[in-house]
């Protein structure tokens, strides 16, 4: 093991953990050291994880619902909070049903085999998510990958699965490295044509693309196309835990019978459904926070681009900072804490070779001078370093 994982340092993709001494939110305070940062880096895209509501709200549910089941969901683990939170994220995405996960990374690992067998077939962009690429593994289906959102590429992995019982198509709706969103009219076109149908991943998407914030198929016109959606209550919904699947309700039922990580998972603890419950009521409420979150992401991408970089994606919250050298991205952003601002640098083999960039996700209470206080760091320690 230390061989391997000296060969992990050697490799420079050492991953270590930054301890935070505050609540999550845009201004953080390290351990240690106490110093206070400005946080470019989570996926609290709508500022809801320290929201007071959303805090009281979990409050209450753990006071009135305790600290956790001891039970998965089927022998003693359903309250009435989880059923009403089912109910909500149904009527939040206008579809039949849905169904609570510990994650989405467990929504995703417990969809394919579920729903495919070996007869199927599951056509997948090749930059989807690891947990949507560890789903399709755990299932029997025939497996086809295709060019990053190529729809050329897609057609004609779709006429070679025209042999197949039944084709899904599965993709991110939104990609959490690039900040790209899929084409999901094409894809729902071409999947009209080959009779397929359609699953997305929404974690970077559900609360607040689209003109009410239901996501990327509301953004492109697509609701009563899309078949199937996973997504997270962990990033823009309160940012606690948990994930889900929507969609059918005979989809729904089958997962609750077959799903594994539904079946052999403990329930979600109360606490946390109250959080995500809250941050749905807030956001059916209005879709104020969602405005005011992408206002920033456009000041923050326009100044940038005013200043000289290139910002990958198009109007998305993640706006990758792209500067090709990994070397850079990483002494890049080491020089940008030191501003007090705090950005996480990507390279191979997160993103591919010649790519790396510094990834500055934007979020609704963001203010103003946060947002130009990063992007005059970036231009400093830019030049600095020959970026510009
Ligand atoms: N899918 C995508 C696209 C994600 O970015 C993530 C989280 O990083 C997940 C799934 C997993 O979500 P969760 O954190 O709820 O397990």
């Known amino acids: 093991l230390e061989s391997e994982l000296e060969d992990i340092r050697g490799a420079g993709t050492w991953k270590s953990e930054r301890v935070i001494a ?12 106490g110093a206070g940062i400005i946080n470019f880096c989570a996926n609290n895209y709508l500022g809801l994880s320290s929201h007071p509501e959303v805090i009281r709200a979990a409050v209450e549910a753990l006071e009135k619902f305790g600290a956790g089941l001891s039970s998965v969901r089927f022998i003693c683990g359903t309250q ?53 690429i560890d789903g399709i593994r755990l299932c029997k289906a025939n497996k086809y990958r295709y060019k990053h959102m190529d729809m050329q590429d897609l057609e004609a992995k779709l006429k070679e699965a025209q042999k197949h019982r039944l084709r899904l198509v599965a993709t991110d709706g939104a990609f959490s490295m690039d900040g790209d969103i899929a084409p999901l009219r094409e894809i729902c076109q071409l999947a009209q044509k080959y009779d397929a149908l359609v699953f997305i991943d929404e974690c970077h998407a559900t609360g607040f693309l689209g003109p009410n914030g239901r996501g990327t ?46 079946l052999f998972s403990n329930s979600l603890p109360p606490a946390v459904v109250g959080c995500a419950s809250k941050a749905l009521d807030l956001l059916m409420e209005s879709n104020a926070i969602a405005q005011s979150m992408a206002a920033k992401t456009q000041r923050f991408r326009s100044k940038m681009m005013a200043a000289g970089f290139t910002i ?24 940008m804490l030191d501003r007090g601002i705090y950005v996480i640098g990507f ?28 992007v005059q760091a970036f231009t400093e320690v830019g030049r600095k370093h020959g970026a510009l």
Do not use: W
Request: aromatic share 4%.
């Open 312 to 335: 990958s994606g198009k109007d998305h919250p993640i706006c990758p900072v792209m500067l090709g050298d990994a070397r850079l991205a990483s002494v890049m952003a080491e020089d």
């Open 22 to 33: 505050s609540p999550q939110g845009p201004h953080l305070r390290l351990a240690g050291d």
């Open 80 to 132: 009435s909070i989880h059923k009403d939170l089912e109910e909500k994220i149904a009527r939040f995405h206008q579809r039949e049903d849905a169904i609570l996960y510990a994650s989405c990374f467990d929504a995703n690992a417990g969809i394919f085999e579920a729903l495919l067998t070996p007869e199927d077939a599951v056509l997948s962009d090749e930059l989807n998510h690891a947990s949507i």
């Open 347 to 374: 390279s191979y083999p997160v993103v591919p070779k010649g790519k790396a960039r510094i990834r500055v996700q934007i979020s609704a209470v963001h203010s103003d001078e946060d947002i130009d206080r990063c």
């Open 217 to 262: 198929d509301e953004l492109l016109g697509v609701m009563d196309k899309v078949t199937i959606i996973n997504s997270t209550l962990g990033k823009a919904l309160g940012g606690a835990a948990g994930g889900y699947t929507t969609g059918p309700k005979p989809l729904i039922d089958l997962l609750r019978q077959r799903s594994r990580p539904y």
